[in-house]
């Protein structure tokens, strides 16, 4: 890639711009090694710190990671495209599929922590569950691995009294999963409301989720109300931004 004299980006930043777009032409493909630093020194004509600087911008945009000893490669991992509504239909759940096998196009994606527990609500998820002084929740803590990576962190929490009893406080909730259930107890999930924002992780959200240093996270609380209006469940997700592609398909 040609640099014009007027061209005012940091030698750095110029570099990075045309690996990516390399690896976006498919001049290096997915488990590719990526030129070294002291190839981008010689091809580039700059020093040791600019060239490491370039190959750090594609390792902070989740595009290349480094592999010790061996250099810095091409990420392989394909990211999962989240169809934020066609997920959430009461066909996917409502016929025993469970909501993220619409995402999935036939790759694995399995639960490799989970837990369940009763607990007292925290003040956001009392205040709209609206649990009338109840005061404690069903909590259910997974964290999904897409291809042996790990993506993606989830907590929900149910009003204690709506669910006890149910397969919701076991770990195996069964079929179409907790919104089947829910709509056996008489509680089905009709309308759904997601925020979306997004931060950089915690310590602990980079190592659960495995992240590459400067990779943010996506945020999304989801809440399900019944016919009625009645909230039943608040879904906290934590997504690794580089494992996600959020896709929402709807008529005007």
């Not at 495209?81 to 096998?101: K, T, Y």
Request: glycine share 8%.
């Amino acid at each position: 890639m040609a640099h014009t004299d007027g061209d005012r980006r940091p030698k750095y930043q110029r570099i990075a711009d045309s690996l990516r777009e390399a690896i976006q032409s498919g001049e290096y493909g997915p488990g590719d090694r990526l030129p070294g630093e002291n190839d981008l020194m010689a091809t580039y004509d700059v020093a040791r710190m600019t060239a490491r600087q370039a190959l750090s911008v594609l390792r902070d945009e989740g595009i290349a990671e480094a592999r010790k000893g061996a250099g810095v490669f091409v990420r392989a991992f394909r990211p999962l495209r989240r169809r934020g509504i066609q997920r959430l239909a009461e066909r996917q759940w409502g016929n025993g599929r469970s909501i993220w096998s619409t995402d999935l196009e036939n790759r694995m994606l399995e639960v490799d922590q989970l837990t369940v527990s009763e607990e007292a609500a925290p003040d956001r998820v009392g205040a709209v569950l609206d649990l009338a002084g109840e005061g404690t929740v069903c909590v259910r803590r997974r964290r999904f691995v897409l291809d042996g990576k790990p993506v993606l962190l989830a907590t929900s929490y149910l009003p204690t009294s709506l669910v006890a009893g149910s397969a919701i406080t076991q770990e195996d909730t069964g079929q179409g999963g907790t919104y089947a259930r829910l709509a056996e107890l008489g509680y089905k999930p009709v309308h759904f409301r997601e925020e979306v924002r997004s931060r950089m992780p915690s310590k602990d959200e980079a190592t659960r989720l495995s992240m590459s240093a400067g990779t943010p996270v996506i945020l999304i609380c989801r809440t399900a109300y019944t016919d009625e209006g009645r909230p039943v469940e608040i879904n906290e997700m934590t997504l690794d931004a580089a494992s996600y592609i959020l896709e929402y398909d709807f008529d005007a």
